[in-house]
């Protein structure tokens, strides 16, 4: 099973910095909503470009975060949606919205939100 | 280990009916976490190696008397123990927040000693969880993959 977030990866990585970390996942967290959306809206809709795209992009930054089970998840549905095969696509998401609840949370452990001033 | 050792993680874990409270509950954590024991382990462990900072960048809020940073490192520290039902932790880091909050510091010091007296406890809690097996019930789906497997399975039936 992929974990949630490979930490000893994405620190090395970054070269230690977890200051950098912290910023990437506040950044992660705060698009997160609207990655979502997208990709939902396209299973929805039965839109298979607009799901390959989303899912794209949601796999590009869980990509970045070493967060390999929301990646993985993310590349199948990408994968749907170029195929133009969306017959799983409801459960796939099913399976997004679980690991993303669990890198929300792996994120939140790990990263507290910074401070504006 | 010695038993002395292993008997005192036993009572950190373990709910405890008579005696005072224990520094982590593990019914409830599998509660919170829905029974998903290797989340639980991973979760754990990003805590453990997320204290360190978490703490000192509470420590240098109330060193600097930044109020608004306090309260922020208070609450989400607070929140991340939460998830682990830890209460000594909760209240402890609860304070920090309110005096961050309230823009009073004047106990900040005391109450960062004693914040980082239970986040020892807790990390020595969830060490000890870690070495522990925990159980895993087998009417729960706890793992993804097996969910979307029975998601896909259930369609194909109907």
Redesign the interface.
Known sequence: ?E???N?PDILERLEDD?ELLQELAQLFLQDLPLRLVEIRDAVASRNARALQQSAHALKGSAGNLAAG?VFE?SKRLEQMGREGDLT?S???Y??LQ??VA?LT??L??????Q??? | MTVAHATESADIIDRSDTAGPSVIDRGAILEHFENDVDFVREIAELFIAACPRRLSAIHEAVLGCDTKALQMAAHSLRGSASNFGALAVVTAALDLEKMGREGDLRHARQACEKLEQEIARLKGALAALLQCTLERSPQRLSDPEEVYEALCKKKESN
């Open positions: 099973m974990p949630t977030i930490l977890h089970a998840v799983h409801d459960e796939a099913a399976l679980i690991e669990r949370v792996a939140q452990t790990l990263a507290a939100p401070s504006s001033n």
